[in-house]
Nanobody
Framework: QVHLVESGGGLVQPGGSLRLSCVDS????????LGWYRQAPGKERELVAT???????NYGDSVKGRFTISRDNAKNTVYLQMNSLKPEDTAVYYCHSQSYDGRNQYWGQGTQVTVSS
């Protein structure tokens, strides 16, 4: 059973923009904290951005000011708007969800983002 499905990845030129989407098939989306993580080849998976059930956001230092995370509870969807993309942003991006009490936690399968000329 797949709970989270990412989409919107692809190839983009440096300085360009891309918007990632993640759809949650569960029925408790409104009460979950959400996040985006990324992993480049040979590197550790790192936190990109998080958004709580109350829509409080937090960003990794490397993307602050360039990326924006948002959620649409009516559509069970979390978004990651990526602007001013750099080659260093190239990675597989993963969607993550977690219940407030920590009982339930899910990962998406990932979507590839490549920033290159």
């Amino acid at each position: 059973q797949v709970h989270l499905v990412e989409s919107g990845g692809g190839l983009v030129q440096p300085g360009g923009s891309l918007r990632l989407s993640c759809v949650d098939s569960g029925i408790f989306f409104n009460f979950y904290d959400l996040g985006w993580y990324r992993q480049a080849p040979g590197k550790e998976r790192e936190l990109v951005a998080t958004i709580t059930s109350g829509s409080t956001t937090n960003y990794g230092d490397s993307v602050k000011g360039r990326f924006t995370i948002s959620r649409d509870n009516a559509k069970n969807t979390v978004y990651l708007q990526m602007n001013s993309l750099k080659p260093e942003d190239t990675a597989v991006y993963y969607c993550h969800s977690q219940s407030y009490d920590g009982r339930n936690q899910y990962w998406g399968q990932g979507t590839q983002v490549t920033v290159s000329s």
